[in-house]
């Protein structure tokens, strides 16, 4: 089966950090990338960052400079530092991991957490 659970999320005042982390079990295909998205209400899930196997990572512009995406490949967790934040980036954020699975891409996505930021 293979699952995500996220961890962190919470109330933080504008300005303020938060940590998301998210943990993989279960997954017995390589995951290729992990990530976080995050969906605010009325909108669209949206892509906030990703980091691949080797390291490499992509963040959204909204968040560049702000947000941080670390994996460690052993413990098969993603972790997101989220520093200088504001009420826009309010929503649920999902974690997210890629796998290529009997030659077909494939994703699984946690449950979801919410992040709410005061102004």
């Known amino acids: 089966q293979g699952q995500l659970v996220e961890s962190g999320g919470g109330l933080v005042q504008a300005g303020g950090s938060l940590r998301l982390s998210c943990a993989a079990s279960g997954i017995f295909w390589t995951i290729n990338s992990m990530g976080w998205y995050r969906q605010a209400p009325g909108k669209q899930r949206e892509l906030v960052a990703t980091?691949?196997?080797?390291?490499?990572?992509m963040y959204d512009d909204s968040v560049l400079g702000r947000f941080s995406i670390s994996r460690d490949n052993t413990k098969n967790t993603v972790t997101l530092q989220m520093s200088s934040l504001k009420p826009e980036d309010t929503a649920v954020y999902y974690c997210?991991?890629?796998?290529?699975?009997?030659?077909?891409?494939?994703?699984?996505w946690g449950q979801g957490t919410q992040v709410t930021v005061s102004s």
């Open positions: 997210n991991a890629a796998v290529t699975r009997w030659g077909m891409p494939f994703e699984y």
């Open positions: 980091i691949t196997g080797g390291g490499s990572t």
